[in-house]
């Protein structure tokens, strides 16, 4: 819960030669600060002043999966690491609580058991609709051996959100052989698990 930082503690030792009408009026600008900062942020308390403002970290523990090559999915979330301001509703939807410019940045194994190279889409929805110029195409190796073709996809983008608005990450593959995978731990050396998808939002900005 946010709590009031009293910002003119900053000046309680002011140069001996200040006159009282000027200090005052410090202090007054500073309540005034505290109480805009308190309105766009909330400021905090912790082991000093700092300012919270939105954000979430999600992942997926699940293996997904395309039953066709001609539909988009959303990639789906079903952890919550840390949020404050940020949820994941319907599996998939990164809804924030409030408005602001965000940055959605993610990352997904996905994994090939095909014997050919396989390519896949990804690209990025805003309340349903798809984002003009946020489409990127991929090509994954193929299995070899025993082992399954893997890549890590990457992206992130900047949008725009109001109150309750939301955004997804989509894709489509070539060849239902494509899927996004978690991969339990491992050892020699102990490594942890590895979720299908990993994917934050962090606010950067009020909107323009």
């Not at 066709?68 to 939807?93: F, H, I, K, P």
């Not at 609580?97 to 058991?113: E, I, K, M, R, W």
């Not at 396989?118 to 090509?139: L, V």
Request: glycine share 6%; hydrophobic share 35%; proline share 5%.
């Amino acid at each position: 819960m946010a709590t009031n930082i009293k910002l003119e503690q900053y000046i309680r030792s002011p140069h001996p030669g200040l006159p009282e009408s000027q200090i005052k009026y410090l202090q007054e600008e500073l309540r005034k600060l505290e109480v805009a900062l308190q309105g766009a942020y909330g400021v905090m308390r912790g082991t000093g002043p700092y300012l919270r403002t939105p954000f979430g970290s999600f992942c997926s523990t699940q293996d997904q999966t395309a039953a066709n090559t001609t539909t988009a999915y959303a990639m789906t979330l079903n952890t919550t690491e840390v949020a404050n301001g940020v949820s994941v509703t319907n599996n998939s939807r990164i809804t924030v609580d409030h408005p602001g410019v965000y940055n959605l940045q993610f990352s997904a194994q996905f994994l090939n058991t095909d014997s050919s190279e396989q390519d896949f889409s990804i690209w990025f929805q805003k309340n349903g609709t798809n984002i003009a110029r946020s489409n990127s195409e991929f090509t994954i190796h193929k299995r070899h051996g025993t082992t399954d073709g893997a890549l890590i996809a990457a992206l992130n983008i900047f949008v725009a959100l109001n109150t309750a608005d939301y955004v997804e990450i989509m894709w489509k593959v070539s060849n239902t052989a494509v899927s996004i995978q978690q991969i339990a731990a491992q050892s020699t050396p102990t490594r942890p698990e590895t979720p299908s998808v990993i994917a934050t939002l962090a606010y950067v900005s009020e909107l323009p």
